[in-house]
């Protein structure tokens, strides 16, 4: 199985510029927010509602408690500072007094489903001319880059709700700037 690509940091200047352009720039930037900044997976991130990101006050919340994920396990999710901003920024295109409504409302007003979320990221990722991106980019581009940082995989994996190391050490790509940086602590 080919794996995500990761994502650069002048693509996702291209991504957020085109962003930009959408009849829904807001709502679709938060959710590439949600997707390079939480790791969440398209299945998480569609399921995701207002309750989830905001308190009763309409503050962000500084963790979202998932309920939906793959395997059925709940976790915890740290919302970050440029998560907390997006999110901040998308509370004025919402109702944040409707817990239960989809945080990221489809064109016809519900909940997006994994598959129509996954379409999202590929037609973004398409028109940004990115190949071989896909709604998994932004999870693999997060892991990657906390473990370029000097993250534990034991970390990583509690953050990407792993019960399995080797799973999360799928995600991560090494390259040669890492292994010059790595040799240089010794």
Do not use: W
Request: charged share 20%.
């Amino acid at each position: 199985m080919r794996q995500a690509r990761i994502v650069t940091d002048t693509e996702q200047k291209r991504i957020n510029a085109y962003l930009n352009t959408r009849r829904h720039a807001v709502r679709d930037q938060t959710i590439f927010a949600v997707s390079f900044n939480a790791g969440l997976r398209a299945m998480e991130i569609a399921a995701l509602t207002v309750g989830d990101a905001y308190t009763d006050e309409g503050t962000v919340r500084d963790v979202i408690n998932l309920t939906t994920t793959k395997g059925g396990y709940t976790r915890r999710v740290f919302v970050n500072k440029r998560l907390h901003t997006a999110l901040r920024r998308y509370s004025a295109c919402i109702n944040t007094n409707t817990p239960h409504k989809p945080l990221f409302p489809s064109q016809k007003g519900g909940h997006f489903s994994a598959n129509t979320m996954c379409q999202l990221f590929l037609e973004v990722y398409a028109a940004c001319g990115i190949h071989g991106a896909s709604s998994h980019s932004g999870r693999r581009t997060m892991i990657t880059r906390l473990a370029d940082k000097g993250i534990s995989v034991h970390v990583l994996a509690a953050i990407a709700g792993h019960r399995n190391i080797a799973t999360t050490q799928r995600y991560l790509t090494v390259n040669d700037a890492m292994i010059a940086r790595a040799v240089e602590l010794v």
